[in-house]
């Protein structure tokens, strides 16, 4: 590997790697909550069990349901849907001649093949850091509340906890969804496990979930079987009664109100997106290069570089929707965009105390999703849009792939012509059916050169901005469609357009305000970010031809 000076730090505690194991860091990827304080009784906890109890038996049920007509397939895309008719009679509940006429149900089922064996899943769902480090793009947050029991619910391979969790769609626009919930594990026969989740109410809960968006988590869950080489067939149910406070933003209705947002599908996909990045982690000399044009010498140097990268990732995506409660601010009203922006203070390990100004816009482009995201991926393409570089060429030195997908990746790019010859680009990309990002972040060369020598990189300082594109929920897109069709090529003649499918587009950057706690978000602050993003708006539709 080339040298890039002999920069170095003291290496930190190193976290062992195997497939029952993500890399980095969990502490650095929730901050800290307030949560109600409870003391959970012997007679709360039997009500527990009974109703974690009563939850798994409906899981399985319609898990393994295929001839009650309790699902049927969508006739606009093969997605199998709750026939809400059969499942009302099949599981009738109390005080159903009550429902709330504004709750919408969302209900929905797959089934995919992971490559990670039960076991490791398994132990992975019941940790809650882990939680999040499995769904990065969905679980903007997860805490374990109460561990109810261990190995006493019949069997001795059974668990029941109390936790708390919010979702997210991967845009401003879209408030998150805060649960607390039931998670209760049990290990049907040897390779076959069931999770269930089911809602719970806490005291005080109401004052404690601060989202526009109210939502109620139904028996939900998955049921893992061990397959041959480590791999585990998954099949997922999602239902939930949800009731919106305010109106969905137009922009995500259709995405949302199809139930593809939070469904079945999106859950499925990012697992299978993960544990495949796990996985070719595992694979020695895949398709890694440095700087100066050869192999990442060492599986420790590789191991580095994907920790730092997910450490980005995890950030990126969390700055989306920063904290329990945080409300985003309209600093500009645009005809054709709304820019949002909050101030939060960093989670980031290298910049503890730092206040950190998150800024986001979301636009939809007439073009199918695989389309932008090659376009955004490409060096090639980026200084199309990328207003930073000055429209300066960039050139990738150092890439290593995580992924069957060619855009499933992590690069050091490297900008000609700059004053900053001191600064790289380290840039993740990553697409599975349910959408796609790509996160950049500015690294100066020493640090890089510390995680490509496998040193420790929790304490490298990092403010990552990017892209998230999704499906718009549109009728033409197909179940999966985003992921298996689609040449790799990025030039602006080949964009297709032959789908009357388009993609959802947020913009998001992040900008270091202060390292005082008691830092204001400045008009000067606001006009930077309304630039910022306004003006990378502009030249993206510019040069995918959408003006």
Known sequence: MASFGGHGI?????????????????????????FPSMSVSDLDKSLMSDIAASAMDELIRLVQSNEDHLWIKSSSDGREMLNLETYERTFPRPNDHLKNPNVRIEASRDSGVVIMNSLALVDMFMDANKWVELFPTIVSRARTIEVISSGMLGSQSSTLQLMYEELQVLSAL???????FLRFRQQIEPGLWAIVNVSYNVPHQESQLSSSCKAQRLPSGCLIQDMPNGYSKITWVEHCEVEDKAPIHRLYRDLIQSGLAFGAERWISTLQRTCERVAYLMVPGNSSRDPGGGVIPSPEGKRSMTRLAQRMVSNFCSSINPSNGQQWTSVSGLNEFEVRATLHRSTDPAQPNAVVLSAA?????????????NFFRDERTRPQWDVLSNQNPVQEVAHISNGSHPGNCISILRAYNTSQNNMLILQESCIDSSGSIVVHCPVDLPSINVAMSGEDPTFLPLLPSGFTISPD??????????????????????????SSSGSLVTVVFQILVSNSPSARMSPETVNTVNNLIGNTVHQIKAALNCN
């Not at 003291?10 to 307030?34: F, K, W």
């Not at 408030?175 to 607390?180: E, G, I, V």
């Open 473 to 498: 929920g549109g009728p033409h897109q197909l179940h999966h469609n985003q992921y298996d069709v689609a040449s790799t090529s990025s030039s602006n003649s080949n964009v297709d357009r032959s």
């Open 10 to 34: 003291n290496a930190g505690p190193t976290l062992d790697l195997d497939l029952d194991l993500l890399p980095g860091s969990s502490s650095s990827v929730i901050p800290n909550m307030p």
């Open 361 to 373: 816009a979301t636009i939809w482009l007439p073009i199918p999703p695989q389309s932008v995201f």
């Open 174 to 180: 879209v408030p998150t969804r805060q649960f607390y």
